[in-house]
């Protein structure tokens, strides 16, 4: 089993962090772990070079993200929840998913043969709702083949009780190993 994470956070030990670190404890398997801050990748500047050919423009770290997206059974997006959506650079790193749309819609094609599963882990504190993250996260998933997703998990407290304490997220990290551990299963 191959499984990508993708980390939206800034923090090596916030509360993104502090949950991947159970997740990753608990898969078996390779693992590629993409820290969307710390990593060598630009945002799509629309020069629509894939709308006519296979691949991006763009030679950066986001050739190896792809190579990793075909061969992987699992993807991950964790972050945390800025202003009810995802950060940025988790965004810049998505917009470079153009090239699968556009290979899709615009030349016929099926650009990730292999199906995956996904999954989803926000963390936040605050007034913000987690909604609009989830659904732009799998938004993401869904164009890199992700046909099917696990229920967000979210710790939606941080302000008050670090991710790690809450016990629903906890359980949520479980959830998304038996998820990837089980054949055809929904969650």
């Known amino acids: 089993m191959k499984t990508l994470i993708i ?15 159970l997740l990753a404890d608990g898969l078996s398997g390779e693992r590629m772990a993409l820290n969307a801050y710390r990593c060598n990748i630009s945002p799509c500047v629309d020069c629509r070079a894939c709308k006519e050919r296979n691949g991006c423009a763009i030679q950066d770290g986001m050739q190896e993200i792809y190579e990793y997206i075909q061969a992987c059974d699992n ?12 950060p940025g650079r988790v965004l810049d790193v998505g ?13 016929g094609e099926t650009p990730i043969p292999k199906e995956k599963k996904g999954a989803v882990i926000l963390v936040g504190g605050g007034d913000g709702a987690p909604d609009k993250a989830y659904g732009t996260a799998c938004t993401l998933l869904r164009m890199m083949n992700c046909r099917q997703i696990h229920r967000m998990v979210c710790s939606h407290q941080t302000d008050k009780r670090p991710a790690a304490e809450d016990a629903q997220a906890v359980d949520g990290i479980r959830s998304i190993l038996a998820y990837f551990s089980q054949e055809g299963q929904d969650y």
Do not use: H, K, M, W
């Open 7 to 21: 980390n939206g956070s800034p923090r090596p030990n916030g509360d993104t962090a502090s949950l991947l670190r």
């Open 75 to 86: 993807i991950v997006i964790a972050s945390p929840i800025y202003f009810s959506e995802l």
């Open 95 to 107: 917009s470079r998913l153009q090239t699968y749309f556009c290979a899709r819609f615009f030349r």
